[in-house]
């Protein structure tokens, strides 16, 4: 009866705050501390279902007055506990705090939905403003820079988020205006040896007032992608040094997140059991730190000296650019394979193991990370642990290339492992050999890192959603830039090589969009820079190659006339175009491309490989054209739809242009000597096994015989302003979306991207 009674109580006050025309007077304190340490309140999840959304808009459209009087009750309780000598010593107290925290998480967002609204917390307390000094002529702060350094300050109060240094009792406790809260960060790791310790309760309250922090800075939300300012106000205040706390929390967060161990004891069912308090603590400390380390700086700055000056207004990405220390960079990368490789843990008891799934919220950390120290990016490439960053991305990737509504998870993949194949180390890690057994529906393979990679990156291609077609250039680039360095391709992986660019050469595809062959040309500098610099380890790619020689003669010899070079138009024009014309995969049959003289052996075993990827009737559709010295990212990645070109057509002229820069040389040399070789041996010993020509090639050479070898391009990711808006908007995108127990943003009209609800 107490629980309903008490509920039923606090429902009454949001019902006269909402129907009462009448302002409730501010100093009516009986009516405010029914709200403030109302006993119907329990968790976050209670306010939320006690105020509904109507509640709120109801109180800002009809009686503003008690809207903005209840956010000034909330924000004036805590700038007075956090300012006290006593903090929050007992339950009582420490409830009150908690109920201010949970209103305003509730109420901020549909102030920020309303534009007249939107500056309301950046005017100040009413009495802060009536007693200020004239005389002196010191500016009241705004209520925005009071309520964000309350949050800060009662984050690390002792005996509410931190444990206390000293057991003095509740009668002579810490002062928290002169609290040292380099003494009390979080977790040992980065800037701190010594793990303070916690409890359940703690981290409940610190991630609820992190939660009520990120809801602050979700003002961006509500604003359009043109409309918003290039900062965050709320965001750069806390980030500066107006936040006496910056550096704690800053390395509070970090250590908290990096030194969460979701297995813990390993006991299997042990999640199911005990509650983890430390998941919910770490989740929302990642979404803090993306957020507060979403800075221009790299981006907008023309020099290494400006972009640092720029840090210098964030705190965070400062501090973070001036990470140095190799135990910092090993506890950091330690922390990103154990999370990354968490949801990859295969136990034989089903569901044993905890699984996290704020994969995500980690990509974009990642990002962030290399983007604003280059010493931390430097030593993930020289460290044999960025392969435990590579085979995770590769799972998410292969797991989510057919769901529409994880293309952005897509997008940041990919474009980490392009600044990642952009270094020389990178490609040299990838010939360590895969021995992992990850669960992902690829072809069983014995390889290396490199093979995984082509192979999943071949599965996006052929059997991906078709969201995916403008960062076929991006793969393709990836691939491109590892190429030199591998020195072995297994023969499933040559084979899935080969059969994209039997795919792309068709006349089909290339005649069909004024972008297609440039796909080609990737595909062929990969096979260039396979030949001209891993040329003894690679014979299974040669002889796949000779194999399928064909598609290079038939490429050298596209027809340029005006009947050839129509004839695509006219089939997508059609009424009824055969499907076996529609799909270049499908366009040749496995192993049609095998010569006379090879053992039929091989001939049938190419043909059961090829088998498995012409099933796929997936077309291969057109991608966006990009910088031939760099990789953009495309600008707005909900923008899905395939450009039309009905006003383009192919001609003559446009086909010889690009047809006479084809890099074949490499290749048709290399046909030209090998051929006749490898038939000679067949014939003149009637092998009927491809072991004996394997052999052949691995012991041949080449020296001598092919053009000069061309110079390695590296194509590095060059971000710009596209890229940045569609960072943020992803990012914010993943926020709203994990953030669903409470549901913070949800029913609110979130401008920054658009909510399909299904």
Same mark, same amino acid.
């Not at 240094?165 to 809260?181: A, I, R």
């Not at 709203?736 to 609800?757: C, G």
């Given at each position: 009866?107490?629980?309903?009674?008490?509920?039923?109580?606090?429902?009454?006050?949001?019902?006269?705050?909402?129907?009462?025309?009448?302002?409730?007077?501010?100093?009516?304190?009986?009516?405010?501390?029914?709200l403030i340490w109302s006993s119907a309140i329990h968790t976050p999840s209670d306010?939320?279902?006690?105020?509904?959304?109507?509640?709120?808009?109801?109180?800002?459209?009809?009686?503003?007055?008690?809207?903005?009087?209840?956010?000034?009750?909330?924000?004036?309780?805590?700038?007075?506990?956090?300012?006290?000598?006593?903090?929050?010593?007992?339950?009582?107290?420490?409830?009150?705090?908690?109920?201010?925290?949970?209103?305003?998480?509730?109420?901020?967002?549909?102030?920020?939905?309303?534009?007249?609204?939107?500056?309301?917390?950046?005017?100040?307390?009413?009495?802060?403003?009536?007693?200020?000094?004239?005389?002196?002529?010191?500016?009241?702060?705004?209520?925005?820079?009071?309520?964000?350094?309350?949050?800060?300050?009662?984050?690390?109060?002792?005996?509410?988020?931190?444990?206390?240094?000293?057991?003095?009792?509740?009668?002579?406790?810490?002062?928290?205006?002169?609290?040292?809260?380099?003494?009390?960060?979080?977790?040992?790791?980065?800037?701190?040896?010594?793990?303070?310790?916690?409890?359940?309760?703690?981290?409940?309250?610190?991630?609820?007032?992190?939660?009520?922090?990120?809801?602050?800075?979700?003002?961006?939300?509500?604003?359009?992608?043109?409309?918003?300012?290039?900062?965050?106000?709320?965001?750069?205040?806390?980030?500066?040094?107006?936040?006496?706390?910056?550096?704690?929390?800053?390395?509070?967060?970090?250590?908290?997140?990096?030194?969460?161990?979701?297995?813990?004891?390993?006991?299997?069912?042990?999640?199911?059991?005990?509650?983890?308090?430390?998941?919910?603590?770490?989740?929302?400390?990642?979404?803090?730190?993306?957020?507060?380390?979403?800075?221009?700086?790299?981006?907008?700055?023309?020099?290494?000296?400006?972009?640092?000056?720029?840090?210098?207004?964030?705190?965070?990405?400062?501090?973070?650019?001036?990470?140095?220390?190799?135990?910092?960079?090993?506890?950091?990368?330690?922390?990103?394979?154990?999370?990354?490789?968490?949801?990859?843990?295969?136990?034989? =008891?089903?569901?044993?193991?905890?699984?996290?799934?704020? +994969? @995500?919220? &980690?990509?974009? $950390?990642?990002?962030? *990370?290399?983007? !604003?120290?280059?010493?931390?990016?430097?030593?993930?490439?020289?460290?044999?642990?960025?392969?435990?960053?590579?085979?995770?991305?590769?799972?998410?990737?292969?797991?989510?290339?057919?769901?529409?509504?994880?293309?952005?998870?897509?997008?940041?993949?990919?474009?980490?492992?392009?600044?990642?194949?952009?270094?020389?180390?990178?490609?040299?890690?990838?010939?360590?050999?895969?021995?992992?057994?990850?669960?992902?529906?690829?072809?069983?393979?014995?390889?290396?890192?490199?093979?995984?990679?082509? =192979?999943?990156?071949?599965?996006?291609?052929?059997?991906? +959603? @078709?969201? &995916?077609?403008? $960062?076929?250039?991006? *793969?393709?680039? !990836?691939?491109?830039?590892?190429?030199?360095?591998?020195?072995?391709?297994?023969?499933?992986?040559?084979?899935?090589?080969?059969?994209?660019?039997?795919?792309?050469?068709?006349?089909?595809?290339?005649?069909?969009?004024?972008?297609?062959?440039?796909?080609?040309?990737?595909?062929?500098?990969?096979?260039?820079?396979?030949?001209?610099?891993q040329f003894d380890g690679n014979a299974q790619l040669v002889y796949t190659i000779?194999?399928?020689?064909?598609?290079?003669?038939?490429?050298?010899?596209?027809?340029?006339?005006?009947?050839?070079?129509?004839?695509?138009?006219?089939? @997508?024009?059609?009424?009824?175009?055969?499907?076996?014309?529609?799909?270049?995969?499908?366009?040749?049959?496995?192993?049609?491309?095998?010569?006379?003289?090879?053992?039929?052996?091989?001939?049938?075993?190419?043909?059961?490989?090829?088998?498995?990827?012409?099933?796929?009737?997936?077309?291969?559709?057109?991608?966006?054209?990009?910088?031939?010295?760099?990789?953009?990212?495309?600008?707005?990645?909900?923008?899905?739809?395939?450009?039309?070109?009905?006003?383009?057509?192919?001609?003559?002229?446009?086909?010889?242009?690009?047809?006479?820069?084809?890099?074949?040389?490499?290749?048709?040399?290399?046909?030209?000597?090998?051929?006749?070789?490898?038939?000679?041996?067949?014939?003149?010993?009637?092998?009927?096994?491809?072991?004996?020509?394997?052999?052949?090639?691995?012991?041949?050479?080449?020296?001598?015989?092919?053009?000069?070898?061309?110079?390695?391009?590296?194509?590095?990711?060059?971000?710009?302003?596209?890229?940045?808006?569609?960072?943020?908007?992803?990012?914010?995108?993943?926020?709203?979306?994990?953030?669903?127990?409470?549901?913070?943003?949800?029913?609110?009209?979130?401008?920054?991207?658009?909510?399909?609800?299904?």
């Amino acid at each position: 009866m107490g629980a309903s009674d008490s509920k039923s109580s606090f429902r009454n006050a949001v019902s006269q705050l909402t129907s009462k025309t009448t302002p409730i007077d501010a100093a009516d304190d009986g009516f405010w501390k029914e709200l403030i340490w109302s006993s119907a309140i329990h968790t976050p999840s209670d306010v939320f279902s006690l105020i509904q959304p109507e509640d709120v808009r109801t109180m800002r459209d009809t009686c503003p007055s008690n809207l903005a009087t209840i956010c000034y009750k909330a924000v004036e309780h805590l700038v007075a506990v956090s300012s006290s000598s006593s903090g929050l010593p007992t339950a009582f107290d420490q409830k009150g705090a908690l109920n201010c925290v949970r209103l305003l998480t509730r109420i901020l967002p549909f102030i920020f939905e309303d534009p007249n609204w939107r500056n309301f917390f950046w005017s100040t307390l009413p009495d802060k403003a009536e007693s200020t000094d004239q005389e002196a002529g010191d500016a009241p702060p705004p209520l925005a820079h009071s309520l964000v350094a309350s949050i800060a300050d009662l984050l690390f109060c002792p005996d509410f988020t931190v444990l206390p240094s000293k057991k003095l009792g509740p009668d002579n406790p810490e002062d928290l205006s002169s609290l040292d809260s380099c003494e009390f960060i979080w977790e040992a790791g980065v800037g701190c040896s010594t793990s303070p310790g916690s409890t359940a309760k703690m981290d409940n309250n610190r991630a609820e007032l992190l939660k009520l922090l990120l809801t602050t800075f979700s003002e961006t939300m509500y604003l359009a992608p043109t409309d918003a300012p290039p900062e965050n106000r709320w965001v750069s205040f806390f980030t500066s040094g107006e936040n006496r706390h910056a550096l704690p929390l800053l390395t509070s967060l970090i250590n908290t997140v990096f030194a969460y161990d979701p297995v813990g004891y390993g006991l299997p069912y042990y999640h199911a059991v005990v509650t983890d308090y430390r998941e919910r603590l770490a989740e929302v400390a990642v979404q803090v730190l993306i957020v507060t380390l979403d800075c221009d700086g790299r981006e907008t700055q023309t020099g290494v000296a400006e972009a640092e000056a720029h840090f210098q207004d964030n705190l965070f990405c400062h501090y973070v650019s001036r990470l140095y220390r190799e135990e910092d960079f090993h506890f950091i990368l330690h922390g990103f394979t154990t999370l990354l490789n968490n949801p990859l843990i295969q136990t034989y =008891l089903p569901n044993s193991c905890k699984k996290i799934h704020f +994969h @995500q919220e &980690l990509l974009i $950390l990642f990002w962030k *990370l290399c983007d !604003i120290s280059k010493k931390f990016l430097f030593y993930v490439l020289k460290s044999s642990n960025v392969l435990e960053l590579l085979v995770p991305i590769l799972y998410h990737l292969n797991l989510s290339r057919s769901d529409p509504a994880k293309t952005g998870l897509m997008h940041i993949g990919f474009f980490i492992l392009l600044l990642l194949s952009g270094e020389r180390n990178f490609g040299v890690r990838l010939n360590k050999p895969y021995q992992l057994k990850v669960p992902m529906d690829l072809p069983v393979f014995t390889g290396t890192h490199a093979d995984l990679l082509f =192979l999943v990156f071949h599965r996006v291609i052929t059997t991906g +959603h @078709q969201r &995916l077609q403008p $960062l076929y250039e991006c *793969l393709l680039t !990836i691939m491109v830039n590892v190429s030199p360095y591998l020195k072995t391709l297994s023969q499933i992986t040559s084979s899935k090589l080969l059969h994209l660019t039997e795919a792309f050469c068709t006349p089909w595809f290339l005649f069909a969009n004024q972008t297609n062959h440039h796909l080609i040309f990737f595909l062929l500098e990969i096979f260039n820079n396979v030949i001209q610099y891993q040329f003894d380890g690679n014979a299974q790619l040669v002889y796949t190659i000779i194999r399928k020689r064909s598609i290079f003669h038939e490429l050298a010899n596209l027809p340029s006339d005006p009947h050839a070079v129509a004839r695509p138009r006219r089939l @997508q024009q059609g009424d009824n175009p055969a499907r076996e014309e529609a799909n270049p995969a499908a366009a040749q049959p496995a192993g049609a491309a095998v010569g006379r003289g090879l053992p039929a052996a091989a001939a049938a075993a190419a043909a059961d490989v090829d088998a498995a990827a012409v099933e796929v009737e997936q077309p291969i559709h057109p991608p966006t054209l990009t910088d031939e010295s760099s990789v953009d990212a495309p600008a707005a990645p909900t923008d899905t739809r395939i450009v039309s070109h009905d006003k383009w057509v192919a001609t003559k002229e446009w086909v010889q242009g690009w047809k006479q820069k084809l890099p074949l040389q490499t290749i048709l040399r290399l046909l030209q000597v090998l051929v006749p070789q490898v038939e000679k041996i067949c014939i003149d010993k009637g092998l009927t096994d491809e072991s004996e020509i394997l052999k052949f090639l691995r012991h041949g050479t080449l020296v001598g015989l092919l053009p000069v070898p061309h110079p390695i391009l590296i194509r590095k990711f060059q971000p710009n302003a596209g890229t940045t808006l569609w960072f943020r908007t992803y990012m914010w995108g993943v926020v709203y979306l994990r953030n669903i127990d409470p549901a913070i943003w949800y029913e609110t009209e979130v401008k920054m991207f658009e909510i399909q609800k299904v």
